[in-house]
């Protein structure tokens, strides 16, 4: 997990310097708190996987000599088959519009996304087709 | 992170054979969540787009062929440059690589069985066909669509200057289709991160899946700016809000300020793929390795950084800028190009190369990416930047860029479209396409950036015959019309693969990586078996055992071999694939 | 790729280098490129940086395009059999690429900082200013005193002159006129959206930008006539945004001036 935390915290450590240097130089407000959010975006991924990175079993993935019995088993649960994705693509459509053309598909849109996102919590409780 | 334990659905306990239940006909592809269908629904609606983009730019090259032209008029022209940027940059090139060839590509790169989050991964695509949907309809309104430019600068944005529900279905379907990026980007990141074959190090992933890595990074960072501006523009637009505008205390060069946070890594989000693409696709074709394997993971990641800083290169002629930051930041981007581009001349070097269609297309986009890299320099020089921003030489720039990067687009397809249909396509036509294409590039870009230099603005409906821009014109509408020729010739090769296919098997080109390890079209759940994944080049160690690098450094004689392989004999001579009935299988059920 | 290979390179590179560098210092006229000599000092200045840069680079992309087309064509399949050896990095040749371009890099940065600090100097004491405002769709040239008061004025005709798709050069758009050799300091603001006050031949282009108020001088070195447009999109009529920019003698320009200053005071 080591690697996967350097790419986030190269990020982090990358914008806080060229954050840094840009506010210094320039103490320009919107372009030194974009810098600033991006460092963030790279140090606190970066540090959580970095935490872990020092707790965690070494995973199959990251042993060179690894064989396949080693990563056997259960993956993961992958749902095979669901609608609420589309469901909700096209509430959120609706509801997009509505900002264009007025109320009247606010009301389909949100009808769509709400049961969108309560089947899709359902589905994940019960487990759907896989 | 424990992640044994938070696994709820083993799949020893789930029902079998579950998908012979399953929805069957237009209600499974509506609910699917596989990784292969998503891609290619992404693939196919992308280049759709980029079909009709195409049909606006041919439209526009009509227009400007001749001075005082009348075809179209002032305002339909104004919407044709808008909608052909904003189809070609929003509902092209990005989904088609990081929706439609990532999607497909990556889990079987890495040897997962789908992305991290299929459920979510399927939203992305249908937020994106509503999206684009939503943007097309406003053809449809009273005004028009958007005119504004795929920029959109304010103030010329905001509601007394483009009224209309044309340009607020713009900025509605880029919201959309801003949160389905955003979705594939954490899908990305979390795919490669989390569902790793064993033994798939980082540092053994295809430089393909790296750039995706990165791209996800880089969509993560970029586009919560762009849907952020957007609100802040519907909000100007339709609540008052004064915060592009002067009266009411507002900043309206703030709009491209944020535009261009996102607008700079963005296009860098449309080009790593592409450069991910082209350095597998040479490896194949050269028949040896990745030159620099570790220098272009290293110039991935630097580009990626160095493009988040460089935005306001897009407004040197502002005024309000540190022009020597941004022009030092954008100088330094050679850097990494650089050593990329010197990594695939290393691969190409004392190789073994083949000219298949998809080779070509990486030849193709490595001289076309010069041109547009080195004018690209040329532009991060403020006083250059003076004399030459919006005219047709910044326009040629991007156009040599994007061709370049259509260009390794076309490589992937020829390269994976036999991986992902079963089929080939016909070398012949391939080839006829991608002269045609390289052609027509240079015979309509290169003129442009001789009338950007003779001071011809971009964005201008017509010219006079006086201003001497005529003939340089007339040569880039000719070449207009070759890529169109290139294109439909494409098409042609889809359509009789179809309908005439050509069986492609498992692995045409004797390619390295682990997604040629699986049938072509892959089964559900991608792999059936997997072969000892011991360097880069999985399935080149087991096609060629005497010509693999192995890239631990601890190199296994044969007996250790023998006894990595566990229960299943390792032979000399049949190195084979761990059985599907066996402990080592990563899909239990079929 | 060996050392010799790497030491062909080099002195290829330097081969190339030289005779460019020969050319450019041998000729005192160096090729345009398409590009404008500048009629202004600033103008000139940037050409300078301009025929620099973009021999540099055509001297890398000769460089690059000779690799690639090098490898395509020696290291062809011939034999499909025979399979190339399987190497995969040149740790020395690999420093070397990155390097050189960063020390390329550093210089291009110090003749760029150089050439935009001349360009965006001001002059203390202009002797002659204009206030520019640009809107849709036009221009207005208000030239005035050191108090700020207006002396002359030029601007588009209103109502705006019909679509004409004729040269900016034409009468039917303002032509505000420089000195030759004086310096002129422009200040330039926007009425409604972003405009670009654009004049090719003196190799410039500065926005006109609502909220923002941008400054700077022309001192033109040539006589002529020279067209100007409106670079950044701004509406329906952008194309039409058109002026031009006339480079008189001193004693012609007060001439002209005093005469547009008479003209002002009677209307």
């Known amino acids: 997990m080591k690697n996967e935390a350097y790419v986030f915290l190269f990020v982090g450590i990358f914008f806080g310097l060229a954050g840094l240097v840009y506010w210094l130089w320039s103490h320009e407000d919107a372009g030194s708190v974009m810098l600033l959010g991006t460092f963030l975006l790279g140090c606190v991924p970066g540090s959580y996987y970095l935490w872990w990175s020092r707790r965690m079993p070494k995973r199959p993935e990251d042993n060179p000599d690894a064989t396949l019995e080693d990563g056997a088993g259960v993956v993961g649960a992958f749902p095979g088959s669901s609608i609420w994705p589309f469901v909700l693509g096209l509430g959120a459509t609706f509801v997009a519009a509505a900002l264009v053309f007025g109320a009247w598909t606010l009301g389909v849109g949100l009808f769509l996304a709400v049961s969108a996102l309560v089947g899709v919590v359902y589905e994940s409780r019960r487990g759907g087709l896989v | 992170m424990t992640v044994l334990a938070e696994r709820p659905v083993s799949f020893a306990e789930a029902p079998e054979p579950h998908h012979e239940h399953g929805p069957s006909g237009f209600l499974k592809w509506v609910t699917s969540t596989d990784h292969k269908v998503i891609g290619k629904n992404y693939t196919v609606t992308a280049v759709i787009f980029f079909l009709l983009a195409g049909a606006m730019a041919m439209l526009i090259r009509a227009q400007l062929a001749n001075p005082d032209s009348t075809l179209l008029s002032q305002h339909t022209y104004n919407e044709m440059f808008t909608m052909h940027g904003s189809l070609m940059i929003y509902l092209f090139v990005g989904p088609v690589a990081f929706g439609g060839l ?375 509408s000719v070449g207009a019309a070759i890529i169109f020729i290139s294109v439909a010739i494409f098409v042609v090769n889809v359509v009789v693969s179809w309908w005439n296919p050509i069986p492609a098997g498992d692995n045409p080109w004797d390619a390295a990586t682990l997604e040629w390890a699986t049938t072509s079209p892959p089964p559900h759940h991608n792999f059936l078996k997997i072969p000892p994944i011991r360097s880069r080049r999985p399935v080149w160690d087991y096609n060629h055992p005497e010509d693999r690098i192995l890239d631990h450094a601890h190199k296994p004689r044969l007996g250790e071999l023998v006894a990595a392989g566990g229960g299943t004999a390792v032979l000399l001579d049949e190195i084979g694939f761990d059985g599907e009935d066996g402990a080592g299988s990563r899909e239990p059920d079929r | 790729m060996g050392t010799r290979g790497v030491g062909r390179l080099r002195r290829n590179a330097q081969f190339l280098l030289l005779s460019a560098l020969a050319l450019g210092l041998g000729g005192c006229s160096l090729p345009t490129f398409g590009g404008f000599r500048g009629a202004t000092t600033q103008g000139q200045t940037e050409f300078k940086l301009w025929s620099w840069m973009t021999i540099a680079g055509a001297v890398v992309a000769v460089i690059v395009w000779g690799l690639i087309l090098w490898a395509i064509i020696a290291y062809r399949r011939r034999d499909p059999e025979k399979m190339p050896k399987q190497f995969q990095s040149n740790l020395p040749v690999e420093v070397i690429y990155t390097v050189i371009p960063l020390i390329i890099v550093g210089f291009i940065f110090f003749y760029t900082v150089g050439a935009e600090n001349k360009i965006d100097a001001l002059a203390p004491n202009p002797p002659v200013r204009i206030r520019v405002t640009g809107f849709q769709w036009g221009w207005s040239f208000s030239y005035t005193n050191a108090a700020g008061k207006q002396i002359a004025l030029v601007e588009t005709a209103q109502p705006r002159p019909p679509l004409l798709a004729a040269s900016p050069l034409s009468s039917e758009y303002p032509r505000f006129v420089l000195p030759l050799g004086e310096t002129t300091q422009i200040t330039l603001v926007s009425n409604d959206v972003v405009h670009t006050f654009y004049v090719p031949a003196f190799n410039f282009g500065r926005q006109a930008l609502p909220g923002v108020t941008n400054v700077f001088d022309f001192t033109p070195v040539k006589t002529g006539v020279y067209a100007g447009h409106c670079a950044t999109y701004c509406g329906l009529y952008h194309s039409e945004m058109l002026f031009s920019v006339a480079v008189v003698g001193p004693s012609a320009f007060h001439k002209w001036l005093n005469a547009e200053s008479a003209e002002l005071a009677a209307s």
């Not at chain 2, 996800?216 to 339709?238: E, K, M, N, Q, Y």
């Not at chain 2, 890594?265 to 082209?278: M, T």
């Open chain 2, 102 to 476: 990532a999607n497909y590509i990556v889990p079987l790169q890495i040897g997962a069985p789908d992305m991290a989050f299929p459920r979510l991964n399927a939203l992305s695509y249908w937020l994106y066909l509503g999206g684009g949907l939503l943007m097309m309809t406003g053809f449809l309104t009273t005004g028009s669509a958007a005119d504004f430019g795929w920029v959109a600068y304010a103030p010329l944005s905001n509601s007394i200057n483009t009224p209309g529900a044309g340009p607020d279905l713009w900025i509605v379907a880029l919201i959309l289709t801003g949160f389905s990026a955003i979705f594939t980007g954490v899908n990305l990141v979390s795919t490669i991160y989390y569902l790793r074959a064993p033994g798939m190090t980082m540092f053994r992933m295809p430089i393909f899946t790296w750039n995706m890595l990165v791209t996800g990074i880089l969509i993560l960072i970029a586009f919560p700016v762009f849907t952020s501006a957007l609100v802040f523009l519907w909000c100007d637009r339709h609540l008052g809000a004064h915060i592009f505008e002067v009266q009411g205390g507002g900043v309206p060069v703030l709009w491209q300020d944020l535009f261009w946070f996102f607008g700079h890594p963005e296009v860098y989000i449309l080009a790593l793929p592409f450069f991910g693409i082209v350095t597998d696709v040479i490896a194949v074709f050269s028949r040896k390795p990745i030159f620099g394997y570790r220098g272009m993971v290293f110039a991935t990641i630097s580009i990626a950084a160095l493009s988040t800083s460089v935005w306001a290169h897009h407004m040197f002629t502002t005024g309000v800028v540190l022009l020597p930051f941004f022009s030092l930041m954008s100088y330094l981007i050679a850097v990494p190009t650089g050593i990329k581009f010197f990594n695939w001349i290393g691969t190409m070097w004392r190789g073994s190369v083949k000219f298949d269609t998809p080779m070509l297309f990486c030849i193709g986009f490595l001289g076309t990416f010069l041109v547009g890299g080195v004018s690209g320099i040329l532009l991060a020089s403020p006083p250059i930047d003076f004399a030459t921003h919006d005219t047709y030489f910044v326009v040629a720039h991007f156009h040599s860029v994007v061709m370049a990067l259509v260009m390794g687009a076309f490589a992937g397809f020829f390269y994976w479209y036999p991986k992902m249909t079963g089929r080939m396509l016909r070398e012949g036509l391939g080839k006829a396409t991608f002269w045609l294409m390289f052609i027509g590039t240079n015979v309509t870009f290169d003129p442009q950036y001789l009338l950007g230099l003779k001071g011809m603005p971009r964005r201008i409906a017509e010219y006079a015959a006086s201003d001497g821009y005529t003939t340089l014109n007339r040569i880039s």
